[in-house]
């Protein structure tokens, strides 16, 4: 009879990255890897650093193999290692790959062409949808095209727009305040609220140091709705949830460091406007090719100009959100009755689904 450890899938956890959401990266890989199956999964933990090196993280592969304790983050340290071995293994087991790299070079579809080009299965959206949802600019212009409601936005871009033009036509077009977000970049990094031009100007630099492309968006009032999305072709939508800031927005402080936010999970909703929440997230996921699974943020916007609110508008789709315990996602698919371990289930068998199905197309003619 064969052992039981030859039946396993590896699954193999990439987590670092060469982003300046790194950190974040580091801290979700720990807590999948603490809640996935071991008796499931044989899991393969692979590092990249800051400056992009493939390694071996060898006190997670320690802590691993004693059934130790994770820590709260990974340590992307160790001996390097060829990428292509690294996620192929030795063994010729059937392996799956759970990117878990947040921002550039892991969320906007370099690392899922790279993952395409091996022919590796992996969790989530391929390269289009990804390289789509990361550029926050390209995703509202296909979301408008599509019809999906938006607050007004305007888009910079670096070497190409003036900046003292991009700085009126803000203030004309939007008014003030305004945020200012690189177009390219996730966790609330490089976002500033300005509340007049000298502000501006600042917050146009300091996103410049994060991406060549910038969004600045009219600054509203509203409630900060978030709704899990999970599948391929026929998507589930979560119960909603709701962020309530601790700070002036929802930055980067507030999410990670004083933790002054609170999260109410299932939002406060008429069941009306719940349902309307769920179904709009599925047509975003479907609009902007998502798979396997996405985070979609919305604003609930109940009075605007002292008149009746614009009501649901997109803000945006995140295909790797975090994913701690702590963590909207999995807090969301928790409270709709699917528990964290379950969803990393899901969340393989979507990505062996989709591998699957490609494999069948035809390479001739």
């Not at 292509?84 to 370099?110: F, K, Q």
């Not at 349902?275 to 902007?288: F, H, S």
Request: proline share 6%.
């Amino acid at each position: 009879m064969p052992d039981a450890a030859e039946n396993k899938l590896r699954l193999v956890v990439l987590f670092g990255g060469a982003s300046a959401e790194h950190d974040i990266s580091c801290i979700t890989a720990a807590h999948v890897l603490a809640a996935a199956d071991r008796a499931r999964y044989d899991l393969a933990p692979v590092g990249i650093t800051r400056e992009g090196a493939w390694v071996t993280p060898t006190a997670a592969v320690t802590a691993l193999a004693a059934g130790d304790s994770l820590g709260n983050a990974l340590l992307p340290e160790g001996p390097e290692i060829e990428p292509l071995a690294a996620l192929r293994g030795a063994g010729g087991e059937t392996t799956v790959v759970l990117p878990l790299l947040h921002g550039p070079h892991g969320e906007d579809g370099t690392i899922q062409g790279l993952l395409e080009l091996f022919g590796m299965p992996y969790v989530g959206s391929g390269v289009l949808g990804s390289a789509l949802c990361m550029d926050k600019a390209m995703a509202k212009d296909v979301a408008a095209h599509r019809g999906i409601p938006q607050c007004e936005w305007i888009e910079h871009r670096d070497g190409i727009d003036d900046e003292q033009q991009t700085i009126a036509t803000a203030v004309e077009k939007l008014g003030l305040p305004v945020f200012v977000k690189p177009a390219n970049m996730g966790s609330s990094v490089g976002i500033t609220k300005a509340h007049d031009e000298a502000e501006l100007a600042v917050a146009l630099k300091t996103a410049l140091a994060y991406d060549d492309v910038l969004v600045i968006e009219e600054g509203i009032t509203a409630r900060e709705i978030e709704v899990a999305v999970l599948g391929n072709a026929s998507p589930e939508a979560s119960v909603p949830g709701e962020i309530l800031p601790g700070s002036e927005f929802y930055d980067y402080e507030d999410k990670y460091i004083t933790g002054n936010a609170a999260l109410q999970i299932p939002a406060e909703l008429p069941d009306t406007a719940a349902k309307e929440v769920r179904e709009l997230a599925i047509r975003c996921y479907r609009a902007l090719r998502c798979q396997g699974l996405a985070r979609v943020d919305f604003f609930y916007e109940e009075t605007y100009r002292d008149g009746p609110g614009r009501g649901w508008l997109l803000n945006e789709i995140n295909t790797i959100p975090g994913f701690t315990p702590a963590s909207m996602y999995p807090k969301m698919w928790e409270a709709t009755g699917l528990p964290y371990s379950d969803l990393i289930d899901r969340l393989v068998a979507l990505a062996l689904e989709v591998h699957v199905r490609r494999a069948g197309f035809s390479t001739t003619r």
